[in-house]
């Protein structure tokens, strides 16, 4: 996508922030940074189950079992909240890097992950 694009969809995610559009502008700005097929965006609570905030994927078996699985869970396993408990840097990480820490509770993690999918 044109950079121009991308700015004025920036600025309209910018705008809806607190506003119901919100989740659809962010999710179609990010998709303008990254050729992604899916986006999942959860808030880590201390000591606390996730909460998802916004889902959006192609295919709808991508996110069928977040609570069944994720949810009730699998989530203690993922590096994500692993770094929440951290208190590492808050800056946005991407799945590549994380996949390539080689842990064993990361290698579970992406087993189960790939086994949902």
């Given at each position: 996508?044109?950079v ?44 606390e189950?996730p909460?998802?905030?916004v ?10 079992n ?9 989530y203690l396993?993922?590096p ?19 996949h ?11 087993n189960?992950?790939?086994e949902?999918?």
């Amino acid at each position: 996508m044109h950079v121009k694009n991308s700015e004025i969809l920036l600025a309209k995610t910018i705008k809806s922030l607190k506003k119901n559009t919100f989740p659809e502008s962010l999710i179609r700005w990010l998709r303008t940074l990254a050729n992604h097929d899916n986006t999942t965006i959860l808030a880590y609570f201390r000591d606390e189950t996730p909460q998802i905030l916004v889902t959006d994927s192609e295919t709808e078996a991508v996110h069928q079992n977040m609570t069944q699985v994720y949810l009730s869970g699998a989530y203690l396993l993922d590096p994500f909240y692993e770094l929440h408990n951290s208190n590492a840097d808050t800056n946005l990480i991407g799945c590549q890097i994380l996949h390539r820490i080689n842990s064993v509770e990361t290698n579970i993690f992406w087993n189960i992950i790939n086994e949902l999918q």
